[in-house]
């Protein structure tokens, strides 16, 4: 049986086949068109074809895509959003959608109410809830908005006033509506928890047009009985179903693959990759096989959020950046050519001069003609070469933890431009195979879970707190479409409350497991 990873990144869409024993089949690159589908679905028809593999042998199907970040840059698609804040008196000064970029605001129609509700840091009461206030706002947001957002004030110490809530929800708006709980999704911090529920309520309508346009672009290749899954943004799994209650999930996935694409190609766990498209590059590390997530909050779309992310960098660096020579100096992107490279660099007949031209006049890569750049002089390509050399260190510079040489995996379709030897690098590792990596790793990933809750030690044992925790990180990771038998806990992060006085602690536990 063999498995179809998908990844959709700005300039190409990638497709791989790989067999049971996880070792690569055959993949192709495709241009990633305007619309997203048509690309999947090209990328998909073409790894078929040139593979020859039968459709019915095919068992799983992933793809991890962009349309969910997509939607929230380009502000559409978006459902209409009603937020629910427990937290009333004591909130109330700053509301829900502070500081959110105003045709933001617009697109999901600002529909909030500050109900009675919420918890203190200790677990205690902040104020009792309404029954008949909550009924009544729900009663009046009948057939006004498509999704609903529940954020409680330290729910992610205490969330039975959410759930209740909820409850309530689809009793009076139906079934039909989704619903999403901040305690499900965010991490400590009322508001970027709460920015954070938003979003995900909001990707609702994209979310079920993503997968049911995958669904639909398997069926047209004959491909009727697969298991189906998203990629998430730590580097693993959700089934559909999954990835519909918890779209946020998917924003940044594509750098993700891409690591553990990159982890599986040079076999090693520990190291800092570097993925060159065409007009970015985007540096991640891989620890342990899996990506590192960042510690801060992160912006998406200009609205802060606190749900996990990689921790990535990016740069403005790519196969396609223009090189321009401007008095004494070469600058190199940050605009590109994109996707349109095989027209307008240098090599392929056009009339821009991109890295991907440097590399082929300093014999470094051979690809397209490279006779149509014999007339770049010399001098100007290792002047663009030296400032690739420096903008590549700076960026993994900016990614290290300690002083010493750290080894580096190149991955994407435009790594050929980035120097094989480079300060503060021990060794660089670069595959044949490196420029689909990120399909890659999106077919051999695992099913995550993940729980993050405040424990009180005090009251519960750390003993305890850690079981209730695994407990429930391993509850997701079924839910997400995880072999119960094969789950295994991977890493355990605690965090002291300060100035708590009684030893309150912040702990996520994250495990993995095998797809069904």
């Given at each position: 049986?063999?498995r179809?990873g998908?990844?959709?990144g ?12 996880l070792e690569l089949v055959h ?31 095919i068992?799983?199907a992933?793809?991890g ?16 959003v009603?937020?629910?804040r427990?937290g009333?008196p ?11 970029p ?12 500050l109900?009675?509700?919420?918890y203190?840091?200790?677990g205690?009461i ?13 009663a ?8 609903l ?7 992610s ?17 139906g ?5 999403s ?25 994209v979310?079920?047009l993503?997968?049911?346009g ?11 009985d ?7 943004n730590?580097g ?13 999930l998917t ?22 990759v570097l ?5 970015t ?25 606190n749900?996990?992310?990689?921790d ?6 790519g196969?396609?950046?223009?090189v ?22 240098r ?9 991907t ?9 051979d ?19 030296a400032t690739?050399k ?30 094989q ?7 660089v590792?670069h595959?044949p ?6 399909a ?6 695992q099913i ?12 519960l044992s ?14 997701q990771?079924?839910l997400a479409?995880?072999i119960?038998e094969t789950?295994?806990l991977?890493e355990?992060?605690?965090t ?12 996520r536990?994250?495990v ?5």
């Open positions: 049986m063999y179809i998908i990844d959709v700005g300039t190409n869409t990638d497709a791989v086949i790989i067999n049971e024993n993949g192709v690159k495709v241009p990633t068109s305007g619309d997203i589908q048509t690309g999947i679905e090209s990328a998909l028809h073409k790894v078929m074809a040139e593979s020859q593999i039968e459709a019915g042998s068992s799983h992933m793809l895509t962009t349309q969910c970040t997509n939607a929230i840059v380009e502000r559409k698609k978006l459902s209409k009603g937020v629910i427990l009333y004591a909130t109330a000064s700053v509301k829900p959608f502070t500081a959110w105003e045709d933001m605001i617009e697109c999901l129609g600002e529909k909030f109410e109900l009675h509700g919420g203190e840091y200790d205690q902040l104020s009792e809830m309404d029954e008949d206030e909550v009924k009544t706002v729900l009046n947001w009948q057939g006004k908005i498509e999704s957002a529940i954020v409680g004030v330290f729910s110490l205490k969330n039975d006033q959410e759930l209740l809530v909820e409850k309530w929800a689809k009793e009076i708006l079934e039909s509506i989704p619903i709980c901040s305690s499900q999704i965010g991490s400590v911090g009322l508001l970027e928890r709460e920015n954070a529920t938003i979003l995900n309520a909001a990707l609702d309508k979310m079920a993503t997968s049911s995958f669904e639909r672009a398997l069926k047209s290749e004959g491909i009727n697969a298991e189906i899954y998203l990629c998430q730590d693993t799994l959700m089934s559909i179903e999954y990835a519909k209650r918890f779209p946020i924003i940044a996935c594509g750098p993700t693959n891409s690591i553990r694409g990159a982890s599986y190609l040079a076999r090693i766990t520990n190291a800092i993925d060159v498209g065409g007009t590059s985007d540096l991640g590390v891989l620890a342990d096989g899996f990506p590192r997530e960042s510690s801060i909050a992160v912006d998406v779309g200009g609205i802060r959020t749900f996990r992310m990689p990535i960098v990016s740069i403005g660096l196969g396609g950046s223009i321009r020579e401007v008095g004494d100096q070469v600058t190199v992107g940050p605009d590109s050519v994109g996707y349109k490279i095989t027209e307008e660099a090599v392929f007949g056009g009339k821009q001069l991109t890295t031209d440097i590399a082929v006049r300093l014999g470094l890569a690809i397209g003609d490279k006779t149509l750049v014999e007339d770049v002089p010399l001098e100007l390509a290792e002047k663009a070469y690739i420096q903008m590549t260190e700076e960026a993994i510079d900016k990614m290290k933890t300690s002083s010493g040489d750290v080894d580096l995996i190149l991955v994407g379709g435009g790594a050929i431009i980035i120097p030897e480079l300060a503060g690098v021990a060794n590792y595959n195979h490196g420029g689909v990596a990120n890659i790793g999106a077919s051999i990933a995550s879970g993940q729980y993050e809750q405040i424990y009180i030690y005090s009251k750390r003993e305890d707190s850690m079981n209730d925790a695994k407990e429930k990180a391993a509850h990771a079924k479409g995880a119960e789950i295994e991977v355990v992060e605690e002291p409350l300060a100035y708590h006085p009684e030893n309150a602690t912040r702990l536990v994250k993995v497991g095998k797809m069904e």
